[in-house]
């Protein structure tokens, strides 16, 4: 397991936003690609995006594409996937996690990443 925490989770209307963080301690995050997925009960873990600053390269998955943009704040070693037009269907726990760079450009999966946080949880209503 790796240093992260995820946080900024919450409740919100169907067409509102959120604005997740994910910081470590003992690492610096844009040493490494950083992913971000979410996992809703009774389903696999869904890789939803990734940012990797050390070389540039970032990746969505289809699902978010136009709605979530990963950005990093290099001062406060925070990565972070800002949330639009959320629906309802956006429900889970929500995690960080890190890789070697750089990001696929094809899919963001668990396996290749390692974990550590406890995540958030994003509740959308209808």
């Known amino acids: 397991e790796v240093d992260v925490v995820e946080s900024g989770g919450g409740l919100v209307q169907a067409g509102g936003s959120l604005r997740l963080s994910c910081t470590a301690t003992?690492?610096?995050?844009?040493?490494?690609?950083i992913g971000w997925f979410r996992q809703a009960p009774g389903k696999d873990r869904e890789g939803l995006a990734c940012?990797?600053?050390?070389?540039?390269?970032?990746y969505y998955d289809d699902s978010v594409k136009g709605r979530f943009t990963v950005s990093t704040d290099s001062a406060k070693n925070t990565v972070y996937l800002q949330m639009n037009r959320l629906e309802p269907k956006d429900t889970a726990v929500y995690y960080c996690?890190?890789?070697?760079?750089?990001?696929?450009?094809?899919?963001?999966?668990?396996?290749?990443?390692?974990?550590g946080g406890q995540g958030t949880q994003v509740t959308v209503s209808s």
């Open positions: 996690a890190r890789t070697v760079p750089p990001c696929s450009t094809y899919e963001v999966v668990a396996y290749d990443y390692e974990f």
């Open positions: 003992e690492f610096t995050l844009n040493d490494w690609a």
């Open positions: 940012i990797s600053e050390s070389d540039g390269s970032t």
